[in-house]
């Protein structure tokens, strides 16, 4: 994707003020996206753009700002409005919401203030951030309500691969290393991956790595989703790809919940709408890793789609977020 793509959802007319209005946004590689929600109506507006990833953690900032303003005056409101703004964001998040680690497919960005920087530029509304997959966990456990697990492993397979951690009822956030980077654990072979290393399970199963890996076989540079459909229509090269793919997932997978002892994990992103191309190879690997208890790991796929992590932002800001 490349451009503005502005894609916004009109809300209807209103008279009353709204009571705690938060905008949530998730940064990731590829897109923005930020939603707005107030106590009273639920979800308000959204709208989405391209990450200027490339350009810098001010040009990010500058387009994630752009956009709560956007979804602001299409309900009448502007940022002295808000009660807070959550973000997810691509990258390893410090508690005090700074970058200290992100993929190659950002320029710049390490370093970025992401709470001090965009409450700047939103007439000083309090922000809030974390790791994306942090926030897309954090959305899939309020989806669950009373079922809520004690302990889960939530992964993300988008651009690349992030992953999140619930363990005794606490979403864990690790030190500097960040918790639960899922994607750039394993020794799966000889692939480079998005961290300057080899092997990792991103450089098996990210979208990225879905695309490199099979134009290096085929000359073809087709996007990971344009490769999940030849392997659908029987592409022999195209069902290898997301075939290693899924092994590589469910090893990784099966590892992690073991360390940890975690029975659930809770799978999103744009690659896992490829479930059934993932599916057996996963499920295949993940067995040979059985936690010691004896128990099997569960698996769930996330059911809020690409809202997740703007909605689990919006949470970081709501008044009791876990
Ligand atoms: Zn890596």
């Given at each position: 994707m490349?451009?503005?793509?502005?894609?916004?959802?009109?809300?209807?007319?209103?008279?009353?003020?709204?009571?705690?209005?938060?905008a949530g946004v998730d940064i990731g590689a590829t897109k923005t996206l930020v939603v707005l929600r107030d106590d009273a109506?639920?979800?308000l507006a959204e709208a989405e753009t391209a990450t200027p990833a490339r350009r810098g953690g001010d040009a990010i900032m500058d387009t994630a700002a752009e956009l709560v303003r956007g979804v602001l005056a299409e309900v009448g409101a502007n940022p002295a409005a808000l009660t807070g703004v959550g973000v997810g964001a691509a990258g390893v998040i410090s508690a005090g919401g700074m970058v200290t680690a992100a993929g190659d497919s950002f320029s710049g960005w390490v370093g970025t203030k992401i709470d001090l920087e965009l409450s700047r530029r939103l007439d000083r509304v309090p922000v809030r951030s974390e790791n994306d997959v942090t926030a897309f966990l954090?959305?899939?456990?309020?989806e669950l309500g009373a079922d809520r697990p004690r302990h889960a492993l939530a992964v993300a397979?988008?651009?690349?691969?992030?992953?999140?951690?619930?363990?005794?009822?606490?979403?864990?956030?690790?030190?500097?290393?960040?918790?639960g980077e899922i994607g750039h654990i394993g020794d799966f072979?000889?692939?480079?991956?998005?961290?300057?290393?080899?092997?990792?399970?991103?450089?098996?199963?990210?979208?990225r790595a879905?695309?490199?890996?099979?134009?290096?076989?085929?000359?073809?540079?087709?996007?990971?989703?344009?490769?999940?459909s030849s392997a659908l229509g029987g592409d022999p090269?195209?069902?290898?790809?997301?075939?290693?793919?899924?092994?590589?997932?469910?090893m990784a997978i099966g590892q992690?919940?073991?360390?940890?002892?975690?029975?659930?994990?809770?799978?999103g992103g744009g690659v896992v709408r490829s479930w059934q191309l993932l599916e057996r190879p996963l499920l295949e690997a993940l067995r040979q890793h059985p936690l010691v208890s004896g128990r099997s790991v569960a698996i769930r796929l996330s059911e809020l789609g690409e809202r997740a992590v703007a909605l689990g932002a919006v949470a970081l800001v709501s008044p009791a977020p876990d």
């Amino acid at each position: 994707m490349s451009g503005a793509t502005g894609t916004q959802r009109a809300a209807g007319p209103r008279i009353r003020p709204h009571v705690g209005l938060r905008a949530g946004v998730d940064i990731g590689a590829t897109k923005t996206l930020v939603v707005l929600r107030d106590d009273a109506d639920g979800l308000l507006a959204e709208a989405e753009t391209a990450t200027p990833a490339r350009r810098g953690g001010d040009a990010i900032m500058d387009t994630a700002a752009e956009l709560v303003r956007g979804v602001l005056a299409e309900v009448g409101a502007n940022p002295a409005a808000l009660t807070g703004v959550g973000v997810g964001a691509a990258g390893v998040i410090s508690a005090g919401g700074m970058v200290t680690a992100a993929g190659d497919s950002f320029s710049g960005w390490v370093g970025t203030k992401i709470d001090l920087e965009l409450s700047r530029r939103l007439d000083r509304v309090p922000v809030r951030s974390e790791n994306d997959v942090t926030a897309f966990l954090r959305a899939e456990l309020g989806e669950l309500g009373a079922d809520r697990p004690r302990h889960a492993l939530a992964v993300a397979v988008g651009t690349g691969v992030g992953g999140a951690l619930l363990v005794d009822g606490r979403l864990l956030r690790g030190g500097g290393a960040g918790a639960g980077e899922i994607g750039h654990i394993g020794d799966f072979g000889d692939e480079p991956c998005s961290c300057g290393r080899r092997g990792h399970l991103e450089a098996y199963a990210g979208g990225r790595a879905l695309t490199r890996r099979y134009a290096a076989a085929t000359s073809r540079q087709w996007s990971a989703e344009r490769v999940a459909s030849s392997a659908l229509g029987g592409d022999p090269v195209a069902m290898a790809v997301f075939e290693r793919a899924g092994r590589c997932l469910g090893m990784a997978i099966g590892q992690a919940t073991g360390l940890l002892g975690i029975d659930l994990a809770i799978l999103g992103g744009g690659v896992v709408r490829s479930w059934q191309l993932l599916e057996r190879p996963l499920l295949e690997a993940l067995r040979q890793h059985p936690l010691v208890s004896g128990r099997s790991v569960a698996i769930r796929l996330s059911e809020l789609g690409e809202r997740a992590v703007a909605l689990g932002a919006v949470a970081l800001v709501s008044p009791a977020p876990d």
